[in-house]
C-alpha cells in the first residue's frame, strides 16, 4: 500500500467509519432513553389509575382519561386505556376507538407492571402497560394503557437525518483535509526518497529540497542534510587521498626505476652495484613507510574502538623509553610532566600510535641538543596529553592543513605526511580532538584530547 493511500485510509476512511459507528451507537441511547422517558410516564399513569378505579360511590369502576385537565395533550400523544373484568371482557375504554384489546384477564398479566412494544397494522409503534388490579370487592380485572411512539421515532428520524447530513459533512472535510494533508506529505517523503537514491548511486553533489515544516519530517530532512554534507567531504577527502597516495607513490617508484634504468644502460662495477641497490632499497623503504602508514589510516577507520581501562602514563613512558635512542643520537633530552597515574578507557593500540606520531614529529622538528616536553593533563571530562618542542613551530595559515594526509610543510623532511593526520583520526574517534598551537617562547605545541568513556 502507499504512503498516499495509507494516510488516506487512517486519517479519513477510518475516522469516517468510527464516526458513523459512534453516531449509531448514540442513536441507540437516544432511543433506548425516549423509551425509558415514555415507560416512566406510563408507569406513573398506571400508578395513579389503578388507586382510583374504583374510587366512586358503589365503586364501579372508571378511568380518568376524560377528567383529566390535560385530555387535549393526552389525544395528541395518542394515550388510550382500557380496564377488563373478571371474565376478560373490555369494560371501558378510552378513547372509544381504540386498538386495545378485545379481551384480557387477570391471569394473562401480572401483578407488577409489564411494558411491551407493538407494531400495529398500520405501521404505528405503540408502547403497552398491562397490570393486574383487584377491586374492592376482590375481583380481580386488568388494566391497559399504551401510548404511541410516534413522537420518538420522529425524533429518531430527525436524528437520524441530522446525523447523516453532519457525519457526511464531517467525513467530508475530513477527506479533503486529509488529502491535502496526504499530498503534502507524500510530496516532502518522495523528496527524501529521491535524494537517498542519488546518494545511494554515489552522487553527494546536492542537499535534499528546502523543506519549510517543523515537523519530525522536517527534522529528518535537516538530519539527511547534515549526513550528505558530511558524505560528501568524507568522499572529497577520499578522493584526494587516493590522488595524494598515487603522486606519493609515483614518487619513489619514478626514482627506483631511474636508478634501474641508468644502471642497466652499461656494465656497473660491483661497488656502483652495490651502491644502487642500496639507493632503490631506500626508495623500497620509503613505499614500505608509505604502505604502512595507509594501512594504519585505514585499520583505524575500521577498527569498532572497543575500550579498555589502562593508565595513560604509562602509554606515555613506554614512548618515551622508544623513542629515548633516536632523541639522543640528536643530543634531544626527553621530559615528562604527569602525576603518578592517569586511569582512563581507550583503544590501546591506536592511542600509543597517535603518541607515537607526536613524540616522532617533535624529535624530527626539534633543533639538536634541545628538548621535548610531553605533559599530561588528567580532567574530569577528558585527557590531555601536550608535546612541545623548539623547533620552527606551525605557521598560523598552516596550522589546520598539516593534519590532512600528505601534507608536509617541508618537502625535504622525511616522511609520509600522514602522521598527523592519523593523531586526528584517533583523537575524533575517542571523542575529542587535536589541534597545534605556538608554545610559549618559540615551537610548536601538538594537543591530543582524549575524551572519557
Known sequence: MTLHRRLLLFGAVIPAGLIALALFLIGLVLDHLLLESVDRG????????????????????????????????????????????????????????????????????????????????????????SLAIDSPRGEPHALWLAVSLASNDAALAAYARAAALIGAAVTLLMLLLQVAHARGLVHRVQQLHVHMQRLQDGD????????????????????????????????????????????????????????????????????????????????VDRLGELASKLLAMASLRRSEWERVPLDAVASVRDAIASHRVVAERRAISLHLHAPEAAPIRANPGPLRQAVDNLLANAIKFAPVGSAVDLTVRDGETALELLVEDRGPGVPLEHRETIFAPFRRLQRGVDGAGLGLAIVREVAEAHGGRAWVSERPGGGACFHLVIARA
Not at 242 to 258: C, Q, Y
Open 204 to 283: 553527494f553533489s546536492t542537499l535534499p529540497p528546502a523543506d519549510p515544516g517543523t515537523d519530525v519530517v522536517a527534522s529528518l530532512r535537516d538530519a539527511i542534510a547534515d549526513a550528505t554534507e558530511k558524505l560528501r567531504t568524507a568522499s572529497e577527502l577520499q578522493h584526494r587521498l587516493v590522488a595524494d597516495a598515487a603522486h606519493e607513490l609515483r614518487t619513489p617508484l619514478t626514482a627506483m626505476r631511474m636508478e634501474i634504468n641508468v644502471t642497466l644502460r652499461r656494465e656497473r662495477s660491483p661497488e656502483q652495484l652495490v651502491d644502487a641497490l642500496t639507493r632503490v632499497r631506500t626508495e
Open 42 to 129: 406510563l408507569t406513573l399513569q398506571a400508578a395513579s389509575e389503578s388507586v382510583s378505579l374504583f374510587d366512586r360511590p358503589g365503586q364501579d369502576a372508571h378511568l380518568h382519561f376524560g377528567d383529566s385537565a390535560l385530555v387535549a395533550d393526552l389525544q395528541r400523544l395518542h394515550h388510550q386505556g382500557a380496564l377488563y373484568g373478571p371474565d376478560g371482557a373490555r369494560l371501558l375504554a378510552y378513547p372509544a376507538e381504540t386498538f386495545a384489546h378485545e379481551r384480557l384477564t387477570a391471569a394473562d398479566v401480572a401483578r407488577a407492571p409489564a411494558l411491551q412494544t407493538r407494531a400495529l397494522a398500520s405501521g404505528e409503534r405503540v408502547r403497552e402497560l
